[in-house]
């Protein structure tokens, strides 16, 4: 489509948190909403203030003047260190620890009192910006740059500038040999056109964009005995069947119920995956 034979990709790691759309407007922060389905989500602008990381008012830096209206997306995350700790706290308390780090964060932003987030250690990695009112940019890669300078947190030290596809997927070879390392969940690396004038030849799908691609990695998976199996009973009246496990540790969490929607059991033994 772009009729060139080697094209310009950003690449970063897909990190497994809860997709976040923050719009700041006279570098102030207005709103914040989840994903949802992609057209409309959730405003949790007031749990996200609670958040550290996230600047309520963006930086005026010398020679970085702030857009008078800026739309920025990340993934609010927890690290496994601090995800960890806060479980052993939940289980000293007598309730039920939470199932990952993905849940853990997504179901904090969520909550109806704000008191709630602002008690947890949550955190947020901001990488890309769909509308930026009062700046021009010619690449991705020089919006990264600014974004640090109007305070935006921004995990610049896994982010790569590479040429052509053979370089991003020796970078994602390279992410999936790092991810047990790090101290924070990732599933994938995502793949991005770099020039903002070749995505704007590529246009968007419904709901996603050409000039972008979400590489995952296989999940990891281990084996362990179901002990017992429980139903639970959802706000809705729902009922899901959770198996209670041995626990496991798979990706530095410990995993020691598993939802049974999916079922794979074979002579009493259950393929965990990690976000179980």
Known sequence: TLGQGSIEFVVEPKYDGLSIELVYENG???????????????????????????????????GESVPSR???????????????????????????????PRNAAAGSVRQLDA???RSRPLHVFLYEVPQCEGRSFPTHWQVLEAMPRWGL??????????Q??????????????????????????????????????????????RWAIAYKFQPRSDTTRVKDIIV??????????????????IGGVEVSRASLHNLNLEIGRASCRERV
């Open 232 to 249: 639970n009973v959802g706000r809705t009246g729902a009922l899901t069947p959770v198996a209670l496990l041995e626990p496991v540790h």
């Open 115 to 117: 008191r709630i987030p």
């Open 28 to 62: 102030s922060l207005v709103s914040a909403a989840t994903r949802g389905d992609g057209r409309t989500g959730e405003d949790v602008t007031a749990n996200v203030r609670t958040i550290r990381s996230i600047p309520l008012s963006l930086l005026d830096s010398e």
């Open 164 to 209: 052509g596809i053979d370089q991003a997927l020796e970078y994602y070879r390279d992410m999936e040999d790092r991810r047990d390392d790090l101290n924070f969940e990732i599933d994938g690396v995502v793949i991005k056109i770099n020039s903002l004038e070749q995505r704007e030849k590529m246009g968007t799908r419904q709901r996603d964009p």
């Open 70 to 100: 800026l739309v920025v997306r990340g993934e609010i995350y927890m690290r496994l260190d601090e995800f960890n700790s806060l479980n052993r706290r939940r289980l000293q308390d007598g309730e039920q620890p939470f199932a990952n």
């Open 153 to 162: 947190p921004v995990n610049r030290a896994m982010q790569s500038l590479v």
